[in-house]
């Protein structure tokens, strides 16, 4: 389509990016064809990790390569070529009249104004079709447009009460002078309208964030739901065949026992009977020889014998311990159904179903390390947005010991449940809803012992250049691992546990001195060789370098990422340089050589806090200072001393994520809080370090921090 065509189903808004809400600036397409501004895009990427569409919500995986190769949209930028060349020769006057030009028309390349001259073009014949653009009724200087009634007349005044704008010759602004309303000037109420505005738009694009986040997971509990019900329903399953298979073996080994019972009687009362049957026999051959004596007085002596034996068999069988004995082995046994076991059928029956308010402990919390007393948070979602706290935690090690808990609810339902466990080894926190676990209880919580964990090798076994340069600083790396620095192209690679990974070396020939990594995968480094900053990938390859002939000794550097502002702390120079990352330009210094309350010498290094406020180790002053942003001074956090919550020569700061701020200084490693109020010492007098130099947090479950012990020429690590 070409760009003439185009004009005519075109609107102002859609040569406008939808993220910065100003007309684009090389308008580049996504994958979902939907187009913004590069730099709109790469700042998304920075600030969120991914690049989520704005208009149709879809994600991109987005790499510094695939940002380059992104395709440009030709005909917004034809057209924004056409706007910008039309706008920027657009006449005070219209072609054909004084009134100023309020259309373009692209064919007779002639300016009209939005009175007559629009009509009468329109009206003929060979002119009606061809395409108009609407011209921006705003000047340069953003003033507001002319009068609709005196078309060369500014806009001047607002009236308040009639909703009306005005310029110097309108009528009604007179009547709304005597009628006392509130009228102010133009720009002021535009000012007003489009602070107004903005604001809602602000609050709007919240709102939506929010439902956004509340259909996705609707959409989420869903599929949770329908996979739990197919779970459920098949434990249902497996309990009832498991139940009815334990039923059938019980039966079975009672058939069983009641069968080889059956076969015990049975045996006896066979063993019986043969045994009165053989003696019925004997008593019945003995009355007929009886009977054959009689009249036979000689016989007596044959019948004394039959006689004995007859008493003999009654005495045996007919004994009153006989029917005892023989009662007992015709005692039948008999099946007793268990009555227990339909009262427990009729009251729980296989088992219950429990819905537990579908909280459930985000992944993250599942399992967790911290260190030993340690303020550590769980959180925990739920669908239902209800200030009534509905859950219970209870926190115990494996002795029985419980710690109290705190459970906070933040009205998004989210949860947050804080412990802290003061003594070592394997915990649990039990976290119920109406007596029942939710999903993901009992979170399993090991706690470290405080203090040095792990010690690297020493720093020189592991390079291959500059061998006699020792530790410098430490930072962490994207992949948790620990980058060691030490005046030297070598990077060495570090696990957290201290074990040697790889050997990185910078392709230039540099001194890596101090480093700082960017959230969008580059890093800045300090070069001792050429005294300047340099900006690289993450393959080390440069993307610029600024500074030069400027810096005379660099050290510690960090970054705004929110204002692009680059820190850097400058040995000799006395003083924290400010330079804009993204071009190199110099934005100012923070403080001058003097040992004044606000001035430095000799600053080692230099991190922010969260509100952008300035951090310094003043290593020859012995202090730890704090500056706004634009470099006012604030307050001294830390002052000089030997004891305990002082400083001797600090030379590194840094802050971790719960805003305590940790020093190196003078042989020693200290933990304080935002305000400078000292919380411990990490290290004890034992644990080698000597001489500390840059550190850095490597991680916040457990906290732990590594530190660049120059005194060893190694890296220790420390649960704090």
Known sequence: MSVSKALQFMDKKDLECAICLNRFHQPKTLKCMHTYCLQCIQKWVETHGKMKCPTCKQEHDLTKEDLKKLASNTMISQLLEYVTKTEERKPTNCSFCDNQPAYH???????????????????????????????????????????QVHCNTPLKFYCSNCNKSACKRCEHILDCYEKQHKVIPMSTAVDEFNKDANEVVKLAYEIENKLTEKVEFIVKSKSSFKSQLSLSTTAIE??????????????????FNMKKLYKEKEDALDSKFKDIDSKRTQVNNLMASINKMMNKPEERETFVSHKTAINAVRDKFLATDFDKLFHKIYITPNFIPCTHLDELMNTQGIGKIITADMYEVADDDK??????????????SSPAESGA????????????????????????????????????????????????????????????????????GIISDYKEHCKDNWVRDVVLNRDGCILVLSFSKD?????????????????????????????????????????????????????????????????????????????????YAHCVYKFNVDDGRLMGKIGSESSGVGKMKQPRDVTLTKEGHVIVADFTNDRIQMFDANGKFMRTLVGSGREDGKVLSPFGVTMDMDENIIVSSNHKLQLFDKNGVFITRIDHKND?????????????????????????????????
């Open 105 to 147: 028309c692209s064919t007779c390349q002639l300016y009209l104004c939005a009175a007559q001259c629009v009509k009468q073009h329109k009206a003929v014949p060979l002119t009606k079709d061809h395409p108009l653009y609407t011209l921006d009724m705003k000047e340069q200087n953003g003033q507001p447009t002319n009068c």
């Open 238 to 255: 497996i309990q009832e065949n498991k139940l009815i298979k334990k039923v059938q073996e019980k039966s079975k080994e009672l058939i």
């Open 491 to 571: 990077i060495l690679k570090f696990n957290q546990s201290g074990s040697f990974v790889a050997r990185i070396q910078v392709p230039q020939n540099v001194t890596v001195n101090r480093m700082h990594l960017m959230s969008d995968g580059n890093m800045i480094y300090s070069d001792a060789i050429a005294q300047c900053v340099v900006l690289c990938d993450d393959k080390f390859q440069e993307v610029r370098s600024f500074g030069k002939d400027m810096l005379k000794s660099l050290e510690g550097l960090t970054l705004n990422k929110e204002t692009r502002t680059l820190y850097v702390a400058d040995v």
């Open 688 to 720: 080698g370090l000597e001489c500390p130099l840059g550190i850095t947090v490597i991680s916040n479950r457990p906290r732990r921090v590594a530190v660049a012990n120059l005194g060893q020429n190694n890296v220790k690590i420390f649960n704090y």
């Open 389 to 456: 706290c509905q859950l219970a935690a209870t926190l115990i090690n494996l002795s029985g010991e419980e710690s109290p808990t705190d459970v906070e609810y933040d009205e998004n339902g989210q949860y947050k449940i804080t412990g802290r466990c003061n003594v070592e080894g394997d915990w649990q926190m039990k976290i119920t809803s109406r007596d029942e676990h939710i999903k993901g209880s009992p979170v399993n919580i090991k706690v470290e012992a405080l203090g040095l964990v792990h010690t690297t």
């Open 367 to 380: 399992e967790i390390t911290v260190s030993k007393g340690q303020l550590f948070v769980v959180k925990v």
